[in-house]
């Protein structure tokens, strides 16, 4: 067994526009993290790698591991009402015309603790995030990646250091991978534990629900992907007795493949299939992404968490080897 340990990565080319990256060891696993963004590079298990990792060189290609704070997935034109003010955000997704994906993902995080021993690593990273268009709030976040022989767990914290209640969500966007490279993810079965999906219109916004029996959103037992093309949100999740809910991707063969399991109040799933990334990264993982709140949430309020003044949330998620 590896010992735990940690190290700093440099970009041999000069700046990287990931940040300074940090690297993780415990038992027999390894992650990268970047610094900007706070975002998973890379994760894998005795060399099997189990997200779709990117060059250090490279944007993350899809959003890769990137976090979603202080909302995930997208917000329609930007607006919404919150404390009785409407109010508008800057349209990062103008494609569209939608708020997507938060504001801190392009931010630089600072490495704020770090340790490696007793069969186990960590680092910390922190963030301090001052009012932005749309969001008159100051957050200070952290995020905690720490490796053990069970895997990878992330802690995510908000604490809200303003004067004014904060409306807050979190996402993640870590894509599962078998490592078998584009293309590859429709021989793999997936199981996702949902009763429920989201139809969207043509700018990727929810229109309702719907119950996942007989339809071809239905992963609740495990079944091949095949041409199944997903962008699309989950709930109505089942939980183990730990409290836990688990999405596994495997092999046809085997059983061998890697698990991502979400804590209490992570709520929605957002799956994607990678359908229209680059050649490089079509279809190679799925995007497996854990959410305390729905697509659009800001606007119709639905799960958004309300942060009063010295007031603080905490979320976890984690991803693990099968087999």
Sequence with gaps: MADAN?????????LSPNGPQQVIEAGDYRAVISGVGAGLRG??????????????????????????IPWPNRIRDGRYRFDGEDRQLDL??????????????????????????HGSAYVRYGLRLYPMHGYPHILELTAHYELSEAGLAVEIVA??????????????HPYLTLGRGPGSIGEALLEVPADTWLPVDERKLPTG??????????????????????????TGLSRDA????????????????????????????????????????????????????????????????????GGRVVHRFGISALQ
Excluded at 6 to 14: C, D, E, I, V, W
Excluded at 43 to 63: A, D, F, N, T
Excluded at 247 to 276: F, H, I, N, P, S
């Design 242 to 309: 730990d409290g836990r809910a688990r999405v596994r991707l495997t092999a046809a063969e085997g059983g061998r493949g890697v698990e991502l399991w979400l804590g209490e109040g992570m709520d929605w799933l957002q799956l994607y299939t990678g359908d229209t990334l680059g050649p490089n990264y079509r279809r190679a993982g799925v995007a497996v992404e854990p959410m305390s709140c729905p697509p659009n949430a800001f606007a119709s309020g639905e799960d958004v968490l309300s942060i009063e003044p």
């Design 92 to 117: 990062s997704e103008p494609a569209t015309g939608n708020a997507s994906h938060g504001l801190t993902r392009w931010l630089p995080w600072r490495v704020v603790a770090e340790d490696a021993g």
């Design 6 to 14: 940690l190290s700093h990565a440099a970009h041999s080319a000069g």
């Design 43 to 68: 994760l894998s298990h005795r060399g099997r790698p189990l997200v779709v990792k990117y060059p250090e060189g490279i944007q993350p290609p899809g959003g890769a591991g990137q976090l979603l």
């Design 159 to 172: 604490r809200n250091v303003g004067d004014r209640v904060a409306p807050y969500g979190l996402g993640a």
């Design 209 to 234: 629900r719907e119950p996942v029996e007989g339809t071809g959103y239905d992963f609740r037992k495990p079944r091949v992907i095949g041409t199944t093309e997903l962008d699309t949100a989950y």
